[in-house]
């Protein structure tokens, strides 16, 4: 078969099987992502104490929204390091968000990046990206990079990791794989996507409260950490490369 006809054939499978195997995960993603579009959408319709519109920040938020959802489809697609290359643009995007809060004029130093780049990387970049106005955004700020380390720059590591060696005969075969090949580490993958979903909604919630006041509206939000522990931490006693995927990247603490 032709080898991109075969990638795409692979590719619709694997959802197949992802819904089969991981259905409670699926629900948990589309409860989670719900509450998140609606906690954010209350900027769009709602002002703070002082009367003032935060609608300018609406953009930022649908691009985290927008990686959010996309991101997850590579998951269910088997293709996890496809997810935190399609997730980290949404991270960015919502660290801003944090700084734009603490001061507007902030948001001129971005519109006027090209402009006057040290300013701009001043502001924006390391730990500069870290805010007082988004919770965790300390935390958030370091998965950002390691997101850059791991899955944006082909260092040793990233090379390496979806690749292998065959031998035949007097040929090596060398080959990278486009889908996910151990179980376990897809299924921590999809427990750290998950729990960092659930700590972003907490923060994102915790900043429109901050903004616009608490939600009348808000339904009880699961406490996915709680209910899916004893999972991860199964998974991370038995597998060093999940505990650091579960632990870097999910923020799970065993």
């Known amino acids: ?141 370091q998965i950002l990079g390691r997101l850059n380390d791991d899955f944006m720059h082909p260092n040793p590591n990233f090379a390496y990791r979806d690749s292998t060696q065959r031998d035949q005969g007097n040929t090596v075969l060398l080959e990278i794989h486009f889908f996910d090949r151990d179980l376990e580490l897809h299924e921590a993958h999809i427990l750290a996507y998950l729990n960092l979903l659930s700590l972003i909604l907490g923060a994102s919630e915790g900043m429109v409260n901050n903004l616009c006041g608490p939600s009348a509206l808000a339904p009880p939000r699961e406490d996915y950490s709680k209910q899916q522990n004893l999972r991860a931490a199964k998974i991370a006693a038995g597998n060093d490369s999940a505990r650091k995927v579960l632990e870097e990247l999910g923020l799970w603490r065993f």
């Open 1 to 141: 078969m032709d080898e991109y006809l075969s990638y795409l054939a692979t590719q619709t499978t694997n959802r197949q099987i992802f819904l089969l195997s991981f259905a409670p995960d699926f629900h948990s993603f589309r409860r989670l992502f719900h509450a998140l579009r609606s906690t954010w959408a209350r900027l769009g319709n709602e002002r703070d104490s002082s009367g003032q519109s935060h609608a300018g920040l609406l953009p930022f938020a649908n691009i985290m929204v927008r990686h959010t959802l996309v991101g997850f489809q590579h998951i269910s697609s088997y293709q996890s390091f496809l997810a935190w290359l399609t997730f980290r643009p949404g991270l960015e995007a919502l660290l801003m968000i944090g700084k734009f809060v603490d001061d507007p004029a902030n948001a001129a130093i971005w519109k006027n990046r090209q402009a006057n780049r040290k300013s701009y990387h001043e502001c924006f970049s390391g730990g500069a990206l870290e805010s007082k106005s988004f919770p965790q955004s300390a935390a958030f700020r």
